[in-house]
């Protein structure tokens, strides 16, 4: 069984809740490794990076910033990079547009609004302090409070963008393999940030009980925040154990902290990134003149064995030959690899071993479109979906199947 991850959790549920906003972001706040001018306004429109399974934004460049942006200046940019110039008429940009105190959750968790004095009354503003009872007896659900409101912002036309992405889609994660080093990702994970919802704090929860019932009983609270402490500020109180996160620490008072992004999803075809990838070779020469020389391969889908040149079996999993995915029962284990013991005389000039990196699996509801969208245009090699496409097919059409489909399927 697959675990899930508290992004992948909170993710999951909280696109059902108000499929409009976007997706979620466990990790709100912009990373301390971006430049200083960066970290203060929090991620931006035009942003190219993937959702990483902490739930930060991994960025690694901008489309809507000269190749000469600090941002850029370590790694440079992607081959075929072309800045996209943009006015403030192209950004539709609503300030306070959740107002203070906004609470964002799924349908089975029932909220009761309390003054601090313990009586029932509206939700209140932060100033006067904020006191709110959550109830479920659901097994999962999913709950961000923004206490200071929220900011929203919108590219107003995103074709240019799109045609962006299905140009240069190749070449981006081509970038991002072999000039950053991110090999953990997957050949889906690409994300253009076209939209988001920003504040200055926040408080999120979610959980997931693998199919049990849990009596969901928390108790938020929210007062001043006092020299940046916000954890002190705003708390979560349950008997039960929840993932609940407190942000930002320490506070600054900045709305750069992004709890919705809204964007392209960009996936290309499997063989395309397993090229991309590379494989990873495994090389063994046995001093003893009685066994074969052992190479092993290691690709994205598995470990082929061949000796002297002839395919032999593969270990953990399918393995790929000639581009065709095999699907061996038997495993290939030589003596030398299982047992160093076997032969004395053994030195590291003998083998040479890379251990080729966990692929990176994060949710996303646009995964799926793209997957049929590559499926069945087998002349397609780049595929982009922008989150308004699911979330119109949330929100229009409501039947379980649907819902089921879009959390379930590819996953």
Known sequence: MNLESEQDVYARLLTRAEPKRGYPLWCPEPSTQLPTEYHDD????????????????DVFFNICLPSSHPLHSRYGVPEGFKQ?????RDIESFE?????GRVVSTRSITQTNLAVGGSTSGASPVQGGLNLH???????????????????????????????????????????????GRTTISPD????????????????????????????????????????????????????????????????????????????KIATRKSIFRHILGDVAISYQSPSSVLPKVHFTRGMKGLLATENGDAGQASGGSAVVGGHEQNPTDTLHPPELSDPGVHEDCGLADLS?????????????????????????PSCDIAVTHDDLWADILEEVCSTCFIWLFTNAFF
């Open 42 to 57: 929090g991620y931006r429109i035009g942003d190219v990076g993937v959702v990483t399974e902490h739930g930060s934004f």
């Open 84 to 88: 996209i110039r943009l006015s403030d």
């Open 96 to 100: 306070h547009f959740d107002k203070r």
């Open 134 to 180: 959550f109830n479920s007896s659901a097994t999962e659900g999913a709950i961000l409070v923004l206490p200071e409101g929220s900011d929203q912002h919108n590219l107003r036309n995103y074709l240019v963008f799109q045609k962006e992405a299905l140009l240069n889609g190749k070449a981006w994660y081509e970038f991002a393999v072999t000039r950053l």
């Open 189 to 264: 994970s690409l994300y253009l940030i076209t939209g988001f919802h920003k504040t200055s704090s926040w408080s999120l929860a979610a959980f997931n009980n693998a199919g049990r019932s849990l009596n969901f009983d928390v108790h938020f609270t929210a007062g001043n925040i006092v020299n940046g402490n916000v954890t002190a500020a705003y708390t979560w109180q349950t008997s039960s154990t929840v993932p609940c996160r407190v942000g930002p620490d320490p506070f600054e008072g900045k709305k750069n902290q992004t709890v919705f992004i809204r964007g392209i």
């Open 353 to 377: 071993l890379n251990q080729a990196p966990v692929i990176s699996k994060i949710y996303h509801p646009s995964d799926l479109i793209n997957q049929i969208i590559l499926d069945k245009e």
